[in-house]
């Protein structure tokens, strides 16, 4: 099918994001929106109640809309990370209503969910663990975006000149040092292979400097579109961002 007879048809492509405070939601979703504007907010009822960040507290039915790519809907579980029962139980009910509802355009079609690598232990909280194990997401791909994972390339940076590096090395290494350390450390773990985690994402993507102007989302792009079974959702995807031309070639190509 024909990418604008799909947005014609299903209007919108629709993504639940979710973490931590301070994961660098925001920054994120302007990146791929290709802007420096903050969302505006519309309430269930599609009445604009404001343009703000993502860091008040809110109704995870608030759809964010930023005014250049109206394609994307954006839902934020705020406050989440904190693990408070009734906000994971807000979650879970928030999915099921989506998951039940008929017509595409309303249907939540992707999670992300934010983990940020510049805190001190860089550990998965129990409240992930939690929405890894209980929360049942249905055919609803999950993504999990390790966020400001410069902070690991500093400490890989940090790590190699302390072996002798000099610094010219230590810079060019540090992200092969901290990629492959990353790939088998205690996260992928938790997330991939552990008792505990039941329902484990359908792919993770690593996101350095997302701050900078030049950020590239390609990676976030190609995992989203390709975690998604349905043909016609990732056509729509794909042809709703606009940050990045040979994404959108390469799936043209490909169908």
């Not at 595409?104 to 663990?129: F, G």
């Amino acid at each position: 099918m024909d990418p604008s007879r799909i947005r014609e048809k299903i209007g919108r492509f629709r993504i639940l994001v979710m973490g931590r405070v301070n994961a660098g939601k925001t920054t994120i979703l302007q990146r791929v929106c290709n802007t420096r504007e903050n969302p505006e907010i519309y309430n269930s009822a599609g009445k604009k109640v404001g343009i703000t960040m993502l860091r008040r507290l809110h109704d995870i039915n608030d759809e964010m809309v930023f005014r250049n790519i109206p394609g994307f809907v954006f839902h934020d579980s705020s406050g989440f990370e904190a693990g408070s029962k009734s906000e994971f139980e807000k979650v879970k009910a928030f999915i099921a209503d989506r998951s039940k509802e008929t017509s595409l355009r309303n249907q939540l079609h992707a999670i992300w969910y934010c983990i940020p690598m510049d805190e001190a232990n860089r550990s998965v909280t129990i409240a992930e663990i939690k929405i890894f194990s209980q929360c049942d997401t249905g055919r609803i791909p999950v993504i999990v975006l390790f966020t400001k994972f410069d902070a690991v390339y500093n400490s890989a940076y940090e790590q190699l000149r302390s072996e002798g590096a000099s610094r010219e090395e230590a810079e060019e290494l540090a992200p092969k040092r901290a990629e492959e350390s990353f790939a088998m450390g205690p996260q992928l773990k938790l997330l991939y292979h552990s008792q505990d985690i039941q329902r484990p994402p359908k792919c993770h993507v690593c996101l350095p400097n997302m701050d900078k102007d030049d950020a590239d989302c390609r990676p976030l792009i190609e995992r989203t579109a390709g975690s998604l079974d349905d043909e016609v959702m990732e056509q729509l995807f794909v042809s709703t961002q606009q940050t990045n031309l040979e994404v959108c070639m390469k799936y043209a190509f490909e169908r």
